[in-house]
């Protein structure tokens, strides 16, 4: 047994050909890869994600018991939360209360790329 786990995702500029589509729910996410299972982690769920420029979440979300934190590479793009709207860009970090209604997009001319 070790203490760590090792997995590789790849180049980020290739992170588009990942998809998530959950079990019983009506999306599919091109750009995004959950790590938990890759990573075996316990207590905190990660994921990488790219998202073109001109697209986004296209649609709202609230969590029922966790935060969010966005930490943004590269690109630049908006969030909406709760109504207000936020710019994001590389170095920008965000955190998001469980009860807040959110989404966010692409506004730049390159991928929009965050943790």
Not at 23 to 42: A, H, T
Not at 56 to 83: C, S
């Amino acid at each position: 047994m070790t203490n760590y786990h090792l997995f590789n995702v790849g180049k980020l500029s290739q992170l588009d050909q990942q998809r998530f589509a959950p079990d019983g729910l009506p999306i599919q996410i091109d750009g995004k890869i959950f790590l938990k299972d890759k990573l075996n982690l316990s207590s905190v769920e990660i994921s990488l994600n790219k998202i073109a420029s001109d697209t986004g979440m296209d649609f709202y979300h609230r969590h029922h018991d966790h935060e969010e934190v966005y930490l943004f590479l590269a690109g630049e793009g908006q969030m909406e939360i709760d109504g207000q709207l936020i710019d994001v860009e590389e170095g920008s970090a965000v955190c998001i209360k469980p009860e807040a209604k959110r989404s966010w997009w692409n506004t730049g001319k390159a991928d929009l790329y965050y943790i």
